[in-house]
């Protein structure tokens, strides 16, 4: 099993900046993938950003050039650095992890509000 904790969400004002980090704990092998979704009542959850384990970014077209994901293979960690905040922005952010497919571990959740 693999275990993600979530740290990093809190309320900022529009055009402002937060970073997200999730540690990643347990049966670490053949861990590949890592990422965050985000999820609005009521929406599907939706990809924001992913990471390879060689570090190759991902990005939703409304995040990119505002966030930026990043990774530490060395601490079990990523990170997502979220810039210029819009209250669109504002939902639940969920970090995952995969083992080369589909998304297979989940945090619980860390709420991101922006205000405006």
């Known amino acids: 099993q693999v275990q993600l904790v979530e740290s990093g969400g809190g309320l900022v004002q529009t055009g402002g900046s937060l970073r997200l980090s999730c540690a990643a704990s347990?049966?670490?092998?053949?861990?590949?993938?890592m990422g965050w979704y985000r999820q609005a009542p009521g929406n599907q959850r939706e990809l924001v950003a992913s990471?390879?384990?060689?570090?190759?970014?991902n990005y939703a077209e409304a995040v990119r050039g505002r966030f930026t994901i990043s990774r530490d293979n060395a601490k079990n960690t990523v990170y997502l650095q979220m810039n210029s905040l819009k209250p669109e922005d504002t939902t639940v952010y969920y970090c995952?992890?995969?083992?080369?497919?589909?998304?297979?571990?989940w945090g619980q959740g860390t709420q991101v509000t922006v205000s405006s």
């Open positions: 995952y992890a995969d083992r080369g497919l589909t998304p297979e571990y």
């Open positions: 347990g049966s670490l092998f053949r861990l590949v993938g």
């Open positions: 990471i390879s384990r060689g570090g190759w970014p």
